[in-house]
């Protein structure tokens, strides 16, 4: 499966921005999707993982009650909405697809390029 994100950008402190990651080439609702960003020199790490039919769902604790995850199978897509967004969140946030949700990333097979979120203060 090919993924493709997209919908990153500059904003400000406070702001809020969506991310969407579209999938072809293979079935949709086979996959848990999850969402996982990385800054320069540290390791990729998890921001929200949903089992196939969204009933298991993990945020990681510093994005808790500020992101959400969503998808829209006839799209096949998957989406994150990031609200009250901090100077901390700054990265480029990766989507992924595998076979269970779990915050390791090397547990996930496919891999979109990229995005770059980007939040001043």
């Known amino acids: 499966v090919q993924l493709q994100a997209s919908g990153g950008g500059l904003v400000q402190a406070g702001e809020s921005l969506r991310l969407s990651c579209v999938a072809s080439?293979?079935?949709?609702?086979?996959?848990?999707m999850g969402w996982f960003r990385q800054d320069p020199g540290k390791e990729r790490e998890l921001v929200v993982t949903?089992?196939?039919?969204?009933?298991?769902?993990l945020y990681a604790d510093s994005v808790k009650g500020r992101f959400t995850i969503s998808r829209d199978s006839a799209q096949k897509t998957v989406y994150l909405q990031m609200n009250s967004l901090k100077p901390e969140d700054t990265a480029v946030y990766y989507c992924?697809?595998?076979?269970?949700?779990?915050?390791?990333?090397?547990?996930?097979?496919?891999w979109g390029q990229g995005t770059q979120v980007t939040v001043s203060s």
């Open positions: 080439g293979g079935t949709f609702s086979s996959y848990a």
């Open positions: 949903s089992s196939r039919r969204g009933d298991n769902t």
């Open positions: 992924a697809a595998g076979y269970i949700a779990t915050p390791q990333a090397a547990a996930y097979s496919y």
